[in-house]
């Protein structure tokens, strides 16, 4: 995925994990660079099982993980530059959201005043000020998540797991906890995010991993993914005043495989095996009178990636 | 990196806050009231004996009531109450945090997993102690409350009263230290943890007709060695009978070789189980 060095990437090299005879994932090998990094893929295609090994939770059958240049064997020094917030919707009994984050930054042989000040500090920034004092038994399921997200984020990790950490939030903190993850990874931090929601994926990702059945089937920027599916063609939108005229001066070109023109009759879809040529051919078309008001990559997103890869195993959202 | 160079500071800390967020789970959960039922329970037994000789106008015989809280001590509150209890409070340390997929909080913790076991271990150990230790004294009280205070002083002072309390004290507290590490390990080994109670519960009642070298690696061999008091032959029926199998000791440990093995048992168990909580991972899913 990059050329980062090991003591600042996270590293898999050939991971696999079975559980007794069932495939966790298989022949694993990953660099992630700082930023937001997004596995995507379909119920059991095996994300929560890579963030349980790069967090040490579960052992990998074969391989080896390195996060920050630490192993996950190494839980001493692991915790103290990484946060997980797993997906796991269960809470130590009987404790306050402060509790919960206070008795946890404890546990890191923190003094009172220190695990108070940095409680507090992580607490406020999920916005959970005001509900600190209350059982979390009493918390909405967004409460739970954010808390939980708290937990993960109070000793100011480098690296940030997060296993479905937008489910159950509402629109609003749903978007001031995507601010929250971009801020985070413009500190220069890693976030591993998983998501079921293509589209959030897509605004929020610097890389996505595409897991399907145990393997990964993708990884990198989300562009250069697409650019390497070779056998569908890309679909570029383009918006003009003439689409007929423009489609029969493309057709003659067979690297184009499909134009289209579009309901409203204002622009036209194209489908090309080589987009880079195909951009070349629109400029010396626009220079020959055809008012081309803008041109776009129409599949370039996860969602798209995500069925070409990965088909329809799973409705993506 | 040498002994003296590792974090012990960083570790104490470590332990007193695992201990401070175990032990009001442990000393406060409503699914552990049964365990107070059966800690407390000889107390109420002894509080109705006194009562009755009470109000009965009868003075009690002090030997006859040493003897009978001897047997009680050995055949019921180490036996089970302490045994029971234990399970309750120590299997539940790591085994009901699974069940209420809660452990993976620790496990991300910079906390090094020995660490964790100990200061789990010592929550247990505590409200253990503090729940045992408390019945024990009560249950002393309550079984010579109704005698004259002159009595009471003349056996605590001048007929070695005082050093049979702090005797059964001791043995409570060992019991728990001997049990607790044996059902912290079970919760730990095992998933179902009736299996390794009814296995212990076994062991420990066979023990007495084991050869001498199998006895040394039960709990109730080392605790019934420092029992003050012998449990009487007419408490015990005949010789063959099961609970002479239970009170007897053939060979007992001297009270060091009791105590020192007692720990040794302890600390090689709890060593086993920090070997498998080195490795052990979080599979919810699967319980």
Redesign the interface.
């Known amino acids: 995925m990059n050329d980062v060095a090991p003591d600042k990437s996270i590293v898999f090299e050939d991971v696999s994990k079975f ?1 007794g005879e069932v495939l966790g994932v298989n022949r694993v090998n990953l660099s992630i660079p700082p930023g937001i990094t997004s596995l995507v893929g379909p119920n059991g295609s095996g994300k929560t099982t890579l963030m ?1 090994l790069m ?5 990998p059958t074969r391989g080896r993980i390195s996060v920050l240049g630490l192993s996950p064997r190494q ?6 530059r990484l ?2 917030c ?1 997906q ?1 919707d ?5 404790l306050t959201g402060y509790q919960f984050v206070y ?2 930054l ?4 923190c ?1 009172h005043a220190k695990a108070r000040e940095l409680a507090v500090q992580a607490i406020g920034r999920v916005g959970l000020g005001e509900a600190a004092e209350r059982s979390i038994a009493s918390y909405s399921k967004g409460m739970r998540q954010r808390i939980k997200l708290a ?1 993960a984020i109070c000793h100011n990790p480098a690296v940030l797991v997060l296993d479905e950490p937008l489910n159950g939030l509402d629109p609003l903190i749903r978007a001031e906890t995507i601010a929250l993850f971009r801020a985070l990874a413009e500190q220069g931090l890693h976030l591993i995010i998983s998501s079921h929601v293509l589209h959030e994926v897509d605004v929020i990702s610097d890389q996505v991993v595409l897991l399907s059945n145990g393997y990964v089937v993708a990884e990198g920027e989300i562009r250069g993914v697409r650019d390497e599916i070779q056998e569908h063609p890309m679909q570029i939108l383009i918006r003009c005043n003439q689409p007929g005229a423009l489609a029969s001066q493309v057709f003659l070109h067979d690297y184009v495989v499909e134009a289209r023109v579009l309901h409203d009759g204002m622009g036209l879809l194209v489908k090309t095996r080589d987009a880079d040529r195909f951009y070349l051919l629109l400029n010396r078309i626009a220079q020959n009178g055809i008012d081309i008001e803008s041109v776009a990559p129409a599949d370039d997103d996860v969602l798209s990636v995500y069925e070409y890869l990965i088909g329809t195993e799973e409705p993506p959202k | 990196m040498s002994f003296r160079k590792l974090p012990w500071a ?1 570790w104490r ?2 332990i007193a ?2 201990v ?2 175990e032990l ?2 442990t000393l406060f ?1 409503r699914r552990g009231l049964w365990i107070y039922f059966l800690a407390f329970a000889p107390v109420l037994l002894y509080a109705a004996h006194s009562f009755v000789l009470i109000k009965a106008g009868r003075r009690g015989d002090f030997g006859e009531d040493t003897h009978m809280f001897a047997a009680v001590f050995q055949f019921f509150y180490l036996r089970l109450a302490i045994f029971f209890g234990c399970v309750g409070i120590f299997m539940n340390l790591f085994r009901g ?1 699974v069940l ?3 452990l ?10 020995e660490v964790l076991l100990v200061g789990k271990y010592l929550s247990g150990l505590l409200a253990a102690a503090v729940i045992f230790c408390c019945s024990t004294l009560l249950q002393l009280v309550a079984l010579y409350w109704y005698f004259n205070s002159n009595v009471i002083q003349d056996y605590l002072f001048h007929a070695n009263g005082l050093g049979h309390v702090a005797a059964y004290l001791g043995v409570t507290l060992l019991a728990c230290i001997g049990y607790g590490s044996i059902f912290l390990a079970a919760g730990v080994l095992f998933r179902n943890p009736l299996v390794p109670t009814l296995v212990v519960l076994l062991w420990e009642t066979i023990s007495g007709v084991l050869p001498p070298l199998l006895q040394k690696c039960s709990v109730i061999f080392y605790l019934k060695s420092l029992c003050p008091v012998s449990v009487p032959a007419s408490i015990t029926l005949d010789k063959g009978s099961l609970l002479t199998l239970l009170a007897v000791n053939v060979n007992p440990a001297s009270t060091v070789t009791a105590i020192l093995g007692l720990l040794t048992l302890s600390v090689a168990v709890l060593a086993l189980s920090s070997l498998r909580l080195r ?1 052990m ?4 899913g ?1 319980e």
């Open positions: 559980y349980n967090t040490g939770l579960v052992e839980p001493e020094q692991l915790f103290r946060g997980y797993t796991y269960s809470f130590p009994r009987g008795s946890y404890r546990l890191f042989g003094g937990q | 960083l800390r470590q806050a695992v401070r967020l009001k789970k959960a945090e209420d997929k809660s993976h909080y620790y496990f991300l913790a910079p906390i090094r997993r490795r991972e979080i599979e919810y699967a």
